[in-house]
């Protein structure tokens, strides 16, 4: 056995591995082999302490609709110390609850996750020095109808009005991902907003739970929308899932003035000012000058939006003018009575001034 020092007659020292260290034992004058020190010095000793596992590798979950669970492959790895468990845990992004299960081999299953939630599945593979995890691709857990595009309805839609006939809003689902489960179920409630501001409460339909809506005389001044709500009808513990529709503009009614007396009279180059006014809501203003009415005089016009008549009468439109105020909305179309404006030139024809000379004697001064 080269490179170990002996004496002899005696056995190997305790420091004579690899050329190091003296030997010990016998009597006899040893002598060192070749290589060795003759003095004693530290054993070098190479363990292989181990290392904390590498992530497991090809992480898949895959969801089960019957069962709620997700089935989570992977890759084992090998490591030293060996691994000890294999840890899957679900967790969603949107709500739903998290899920754990352990395993000492691929699949795991992980039960309970919460239906119509999205989850990314990780494993951990773990030993005495650690552990170390990689995860699965986004999925999601099936279960109750999901909506994807919400619900809307047609008919005059974002401008609903109260009239005769009465008008009827034509809803439409939306789209709802059924995770390809049979049974899938639907139910409609019409809500209205007071004002178009602050809560919702049912809009009173009877029959109730449809898809169409007609408008009476009660939703006038309220906003609309649509709510449907999905769930399974073979499986109600799965749950529901609610989507509405964007909220419609204020109802209207038929347009009624409730301001319609302008000034009578005008100059060129001056009016003091006006606004119509006309309850029914959305409505929009405009000038009737059709046979026999003139319309207004050059220069002016009537804000669509306001009813406000703005700018001032031209030069050489000296005269009276006859118009109509019109107030339209998706209910209906009211005119105003005829109107009358005058106007004025605002040249003096001729100025009499009456002064009461000194003495008494009246003097008439025409110019």
């Known amino acids: 056995m080269p490179n170990v020092g002996s004496d002899q007659g005696g056995q190997p020292g305790p420091n004579a591995l690899n050329g190091i260290g003296a030997g ?10 070749p290589g060795s020190t ?12 181990g290392s904390s596992p590498s992530a497991p590798g090809s992480v898949t979950a895959t969801p089960n609709s019957s069962t709620g669970a997700a089935q989570v492959s992977f890759s084992t790895v090998s490591a030293y110390p060996s691994v000890s468990s294999y840890s899957a845990t679900c967790s969603s992004s949107d709500g739903g609850a998290t899920r754990s ?3 000492l081999s ?3 299953s992980v039960a309970n996750l919460t239906r119509g939630k999205n989850y990314v599945c990780s494993v951990a593979a773990t030993n005495d020095l650690g552990s170390a995890s990689a995860s699965s691709s986004s999925f999601l857990m099936p279960g109750a109808p999901q909506n994807t595009t919400p619900p809307s309805f047609t008919g005059t839609a974002g401008f609903p009005a109260f009239k005769s006939p009465p008008e009827v809003l034509t809803g439409n689902p939306g789209v709802w991902n059924t995770f390809g489960l049979p049974d899938d179920t639907y139910a409609y409630l019409w809500q209205s907003q007071a004002g178009c501001a602050g809560g919702r ?6 029959p ?3 898809l169409n809506f007609t408008i009476t005389a009660n939703d006038v001044n309220n906003c609309l929308r649509l709510q449907v709500t999905g769930s399974n009808a073979s499986n109600p513990s799965w749950g529901s899932n609610v989507a509405v529709s964007a909220s419609s503009l204020q109802v209207t009614t038929q347009p009624a003035f409730t301001a319609q007396s302008p000034p009578v009279i005008a100059d060129v ?3 003091s000012g006006y606004s119509f006014a006309a309850s029914g809501n959305r409505i929009t203003y405009s000038i009737d000058n059709s046979a026999p009415l003139t319309g207004l005089p050059p220069g002016m016009s009537i804000n669509g939006t306001t009813g406000a008549l703005t700018g001032t009468p031209n030069p050489g439109t000296a005269g009276p003018w006859t118009y109509a105020v019109i107030a339209t909305n998706a209910s209906g179309t009211v005119s105003s009575t005829p109107k009358l404006l005058t106007v004025s030139d605002s040249v003096v024809d001729r100025l009499v001034i009456t002064e009461q000379p000194v003495g008494g004697r009246s003097r008439l001064a025409a110019l």
């Open 38 to 49: 003759g003095t004693s010095g530290a054993v070098l000793v190479f363990l292989d302490l």
């Open 269 to 271: 180059g001056y009016f």
């Open 101 to 103: 299960a352990s395993g």
């Open 201 to 206: 409460t049912p809009a009173s339909r009877l």
């Open 106 to 108: 691929s699949p795991i």
């Open 24 to 33: 010990t034992g016998g009597t006899g004058g040893g002598t060192n082999a």
């Open 208 to 210: 109730n739970n449809q």
